[in-house]
């Protein structure tokens, strides 16, 4: 079955870059079916999304409007896995960050996209 | 940007009692992109329901989701204590992914 492990630093120092990292297990980065997601969560902004990747013959990319300008995901075919980097980080990017992925899952003639494997989440607080 | 409304914030049931969980869109969705979680402190997000009405792998019975356009429903028929939990509404927009603010489900 599909697994998502996730590792990084749990402390960064404001200013400087967080950086996750999403081990995937019974499924490839490469898959044409599914999308690579880092979603995070906090009280105060409760659960947002972030960007992805995915595959369609060539990669691609995506990322929300709220962090476009200091967030990379990058996938890593060699070792079956993706990651995330948010630069310039504040302490408003203290949160729960996971990983996911994004299923396109067709019958009937309907698309169904969906999440449905997170990785386990991994605290990240920005302070000095 | 598709605004996800969950009510209520809160709701205290007793085990056996029978839950009703709503989402409002602010506009119209397509319901095969709408999904429900559960989520139990510590723990990542648990998928439940997708396109609006069908149950995820291993979901019971009790789970069942219903709902068009602006209205989505998430019905759990007879609490068990492990169903006592947050729970949100998710809409995937390709690739914009958004989630209510959540319904605590709590024993009374």
């Known amino acids: 079955q599909v697994q998502l492990q996730q590792s990084g630093s749990g402390l960064v120092k404001p200013s400087q870059t967080l950086s996750l990292t999403c081990v995937i297990s019974?499924?490839?980065?490469?898959?044409?079916?599914?999308?690579w997601n880092w979603i995070r969560q906090s009280p105060w902004r409760g659960l947002e999304w972030l960007g992805r990747?995915?595959?369609?013959?060539?990669?691609?990319?995506d990322y929300a409007v709220s962090v476009k300008s200091r967030i990379i995901v990058n996938p890593d075919t060699s070792k079956n896995r993706f990651s995330l980097q948010l630069n310039s980080v504040t302490p408003e990017d203290t949160a729960v960050y996971y990983c996911?992925?994004?299923?396109?899952?067709?019958?009937?003639?309907?698309?169904?996209?969906?999440?449905?494997?997170w990785g386990q989440g991994t605290l990240v607080t920005v302070s000095s | 940007e598709i605004v996800l409304t969950q009510s209520p914030g809160t709701l205290s049931l007793s085990p056996g009692e029978r839950a009703t969980l709503s989402c409002r869109a602010s506009q119209s969705v397509t319901s095969t992109y709408l999904g429900w979680f559960q989520q139990k402190s510590g723990q990542a997000p648990r998928l439940l329901i997708f396109g609006a009405t069908n149950r995820a792998t291993g979901i019971p019975d009790r789970f069942s989701g219903s709902g068009s356009g602006t209205d989505f429903t998430l019905t759990i028929s007879r609490l068990e204590p492990e169903d006592f939990a947050v729970y949100y509404c998710?809409?995937?927009?390709?690739?914009?992914?958004?989630f209510g603010q959540g319904t605590r489900l709590e024993i009374k």
């Open positions: 990747t995915y595959y369609r013959s060539k990669w691609f990319n």
């Open positions: 998710q809409h995937y927009g390709g690739p914009l992914i958004t």
């Open positions: 019974g499924d490839s980065v490469s898959s044409n079916t599914a999308a």
């Open positions: 996911a992925r994004v299923v396109d899952y067709e019958a009937n003639g309907y698309y169904y996209p969906h999440i449905d494997h």
